[in-house]
């Protein structure tokens, strides 16, 4: 059975920072890609960060390059997003999610999905 886990949310002051992660099991994680994604209340969800585990590449959405940071512990299983400097408009549900390739991750066609974490931003 695929799951995916996210947690690491929680309220914090906008300027700070929070660790995200995503326990992954079910599939072979060094196969797949795993992206962050996000949705505000009463908006659209989006594509925040993903990394091919098979290559180590990353991609960002413009709105958090510089902030956030996406990394991968293979050995256990896990995607890691370090968002830092965060901002009120960050204040979202976060999901994260896995395909085999990145190109899913722009189409938001991902394979498996976990439940989300919440993450509040106060001013």
């Known amino acids: 059975e695929v799951q995916l886990q996210a947690s690491g949310g929680g309220l914090v002051q906008a300027g700070g920072s929070l660790r995200l992660s995503c326990a992954a099991s079910?599939?072979?994680?060094?196969?797949?890609?795993i992206g962050w994604f996000r949705q505000a209340p009463g908006k659209e969800r989006e594509g925040v960060s993903c990394?091919?585990?098979?290559?180590?590449?990353?991609y960002y959405a413009d709105s958090v390059k510089g902030r956030f940071t996406i990394s991968s512990d293979n050995a256990k299983n896990t995607v890691y997003l370090q968002m830092n400097s965060l901002k009120p408009e960050d204040t979202a549900v976060y999901y994260c999610?896995?395909?085999?390739?990145?190109?899913?991750?722009?189409?938001?066609?991902?394979?498996?999905w976990g439940k989300g974490t919440l993450v509040t931003v106060s001013s």
């Open positions: 999610a896995a395909a085999p390739a990145v190109v899913a991750w722009y189409h938001y066609g991902m394979d498996y």
């Open positions: 990394i091919s585990n098979s290559d180590g590449s990353t």
């Open positions: 079910g599939f072979t994680f060094d196969d797949y890609a």
